[in-house]
């Protein structure tokens, strides 16, 4: 190969694909190297070398490239020397302005290092070699995405892990340190009396950090609340997969949050310096009570949103409601004795606990059954044409998304068949014993414990005419609420335990 024109104004155009300078670190070097030596051998005139850390399978991604363009365009160059025509071009686009380039004649050939392109070439040539660069693209992406797609059907992440797991030899595993802070941060959400801002504040305060040492602010809190990773379902683009790592919490506990989360029940941080703020409503116009600060005294009012209700003119200290709401535990409060006897009475009855436990189990592999039935329908219906290919890939997704729940359901269910009843009763019995405890010592809990406490039993209270009118305790307590006779072993093991899976969920919150 010789230059028959010397004048000829050369350009020295090397690419790498990637701007990480830890991969293809002498990828330009040697590229540089190499074409400045084949420059020299050929006699070519380099006027302007151009080094790009860009992919070039997206067009208008590159800024030297459209650089080198405008130059060949104003005739202050007239020839490309580059390692591969597929240096220049992976996409069509761009694949397209050069080939335009030659024909027009304002690029006069274009030399790499195995042949000469010139605008006297046949075109399909040139077709034929950027077309294979830009397959090579195509094929790449969905190699990759296949290998995504398998990865995640063996149910591993093939990312980077979220906060609280580790990436440690190809696999995920929990990071023990962070572990109970994620446990944490969902726990304090589903009570109902934090929001995100409140729960990065005082995480952060109890040593909540990132790896540099850094706060996780309110936006990674929610990231967190969100991801259903940590019960161990993996989400892409919107398919589910069930992961083989340890789940941090419950598909339960990360269920309710989300309900949490749907109806906004946290608390801002603007109410938390008031205690009962956020718990308590009025029973005449159904505004939340609010308060303030006078004198060294905190007073409560109605806030009066509606402008229909005069209960705003009636202030309440903070020391009368806190005597108001010790009533709340007279409803929830049990015979000892009676507990005592019920607890020994269900732990003769396990095997009928037992039993419930292995029917969902069967209830559920049953409909695992009938999604496979559907599936293959599905499909039959999709191979004989008679079904869009965009309304089968969605309604594949969503029998896939229902099956990847029903397995985690039946994983988590093991565990409670498995696990011995005799602790599972305890926790029950602690739940009934947890208000009489709780009321013996709440006067004497700190401000914030009485709040953790009543959020903890109860969605809200309403006041009216300075008394409690009504109380909205959350799901275990209202029913233990509705219990008429507290003393009678009859009202406790009636209908109360005709789902005992229910209590041992509520028992375990």
């Given at each position: 190969?010789?230059?028959?024109?010397?004048?000829?104004?050369?350009?020295?155009?090397?690419?790498?694909?990637?701007?990480d300078d830890n991969r293809q670190i002498l990828s330009l070097d040697s590229q540089e190297k190499e074409m400045l030596k084949?420059?020299?051998?050929?006699?070519?005139?380099?006027?302007?070398?151009?080094?790009?850390?860009?992919?070039?399978?997206?067009?208008?991604?590159?800024?030297?490239?459209?650089?080198?363009?405008?130059?060949?365009?104003?005739?202050?160059?007239?020839?490309?020397?580059?390692?591969?025509?597929?240096?220049?071009?992976?996409?069509?686009?761009?694949?397209?302005?050069?080939?335009?380039?030659?024909?027009?004649?304002?690029?006069?050939?274009?030399?790499?290092?195995?042949?000469?392109?010139?605008?006297?070439?046949?075109?399909?040539?040139?077709?034929?070699?950027?077309?294979?660069?830009?397959?090579?693209?195509?094929?790449?992406?969905?190699?990759?995405?296949?290998?995504?797609?398998?990865?995640?059907?063996?149910?591993?992440?093939?990312?980077?892990?979220?906060?609280?797991?580790?990436?440690?030899?190809?696999?995920?595993?929990?990071?023990?340190?962070?572990?109970?802070?994620?446990?944490?941060?969902?726990?304090?959400?589903?009570?109902?009396?934090?929001?995100?801002?409140?729960?990065?504040?005082?995480?952060?305060?109890?040593?909540?950090?990132?790896?540099?040492?850094?706060?996780?602010?309110?936006?990674?809190?929610?990231?967190?609340?969100?991801?259903?990773?940590?019960?161990?379902?993996?989400?892409?683009?919107?398919?589910?997969?069930?992961?083989?790592?340890?789940?941090?919490?419950?598909?339960?506990?990360?269920?309710?949050?989300?309900?949490?989360?749907?109806?906004?029940?946290?608390?801002?941080?603007?109410?938390?310096?008031?205690?009962?703020?956020?718990?308590?409503?009025?029973?005449?116009?159904?505004?939340?009570?609010?308060?303030?600060?006078?004198?060294?005294?905190?007073?409560?009012?109605?806030?009066?949103?509606?402008?229909?209700?005069?209960?705003?003119?009636?202030?309440?200290?903070?020391?009368?409601?806190?005597?108001?709401?010790?009533?709340?535990?007279?409803?929830?409060?049990?015979?000892?004795?009676?507990?005592?006897?019920?607890?020994?009475?269900?732990?003769?009855?396990?095997?009928?606990?037992?039993?419930?436990?292995?029917?969902?189990?069967?209830?559920?592999?049953?409909?695992?059954?009938?999604?496979?039935?559907?599936?293959?329908?599905?499909?039959?219906?999709?191979?004989?044409?008679?079904?869009?290919?965009?309304?089968?890939?969605?309604?594949?997704?969503?029998?896939?998304?229902?099956?990847?729940?029903?397995?985690?359901?039946?994983?988590?269910?093991?565990?409670?068949?498995?696990?011995?009843?005799?602790?599972?009763?305890?926790?029950?019995?602690?739940?009934?014993?947890?208000?009489?405890?709780?009321?013996?010592?709440?006067?004497?809990?700190?401000?914030?414990?009485?709040?953790?406490?009543?959020?903890?039993?109860?969605?809200?209270?309403?006041?009216?005419?300075?008394?409690?009118?009504?109380?909205?305790?959350?799901?275990?307590?209202?029913?233990?609420?509705?219990?008429?006779?507290?003393?009678?072993?009859?009202?406790?093991?009636?209908?109360?335990?005709?789902?005992?899976?229910?209590?041992?969920?509520?028992?375990?919150?």
């Open positions: 190969m010789t230059n028959e024109n010397p004048a000829t104004k050369y350009a020295l155009y090397c690419r790498k694909s990637t701007e084949l420059a020299k051998d050929l006699g070519f005139n380099i006027v302007q070398e151009f080094r790009e850390s860009k992919s070039a399978k997206k067009p208008d991604n590159r800024p030297q490239f459209s650089e080198l363009v405008n130059m060949i365009k104003q005739g202050k160059i007239d020839g490309i020397i580059c390692w591969k025509i597929d240096r220049l071009s992976r996409n069509p686009i761009d694949s397209a302005i050069i080939q335009w380039l030659l024909q027009q004649n304002q690029l006069k050939i274009i030399q790499t290092m195995e042949r000469q392109y010139l605008p006297s070439d046949n075109a399909l040539l040139f077709n034929v070699e950027s077309g294979m660069a830009n397959q090579y693209i195509l094929d790449l992406s969905k190699n990759v995405k296949r290998g995504i797609r398998a990865k995640l059907s063996q149910g591993q992440w093939p990312n980077k892990a979220p906060i609280g797991y580790l990436n440690k030899d190809l696999k995920i595993v929990v990071d023990r340190p962070r572990v109970e802070f994620i446990k944490k941060v969902f726990a304090m959400y589903n009570a109902g009396q934090y929001g995100v801002k409140e729960i990065s504040e005082i995480l952060y305060t109890d040593g909540f950090r990132s790896r540099g040492g850094k706060k996780y602010y309110p936006s990674a809190i929610h990231k967190i609340l969100t991801n259903s990773f940590y019960c161990g379902i993996m989400e892409r683009n919107g398919e589910k997969y069930l992961g083989k790592y340890e789940p941090i919490i419950s598909k339960q506990l990360f269920e309710d949050v989300q309900v949490v989360l749907s109806v906004k029940k946290h608390v801002k941080s603007k109410v938390i310096p008031f205690t009962f703020r956020g718990l308590l409503k009025c029973s005449k116009c159904g505004c939340m009570l609010t308060a303030s600060k006078k004198k060294g005294h905190i007073y409560y009012y109605c806030t009066n949103g509606k402008n229909i209700c005069e209960e705003h003119k009636a202030y309440l200290t903070e020391d009368y409601l806190t005597n108001e709401l010790m009533s709340i535990f007279d409803q929830l409060v049990f015979d000892e004795e009676l507990i005592e006897l019920c607890y020994l009475t269900k732990k003769e009855q396990g095997e009928g606990n037992l039993k419930y436990l292995e029917d969902i189990e069967l209830n559920l592999r049953n409909r695992l059954v009938k999604l496979k039935d559907r599936r293959n329908a599905l499909l039959d219906v999709y191979l004989d044409r008679t079904l869009d290919k965009t309304v089968y890939e969605d309604r594949s997704q969503q029998l896939n998304n229902e099956e990847v729940d029903i397995l985690k359901d039946l994983s988590e269910l093991k565990n409670k068949i498995t696990e011995a009843d005799t602790d599972t009763l305890e926790r029950i019995k602690n739940v009934f014993l947890k208000p009489k405890r709780i009321k013996n010592s709440f006067l004497d809990l700190s401000l914030e414990k009485k709040r953790e406490v009543l959020f903890s039993l109860l969605w809200n209270a309403e006041i009216g005419n300075k008394k409690i009118a009504n109380i909205s305790f959350k799901p275990l307590y209202k029913e233990m609420s509705e219990v008429a006779n507290k003393s009678d072993f009859s009202s406790m093991l009636g209908d109360r335990d005709s789902n005992p899976d229910k209590q041992v969920q509520l028992a375990r919150r």
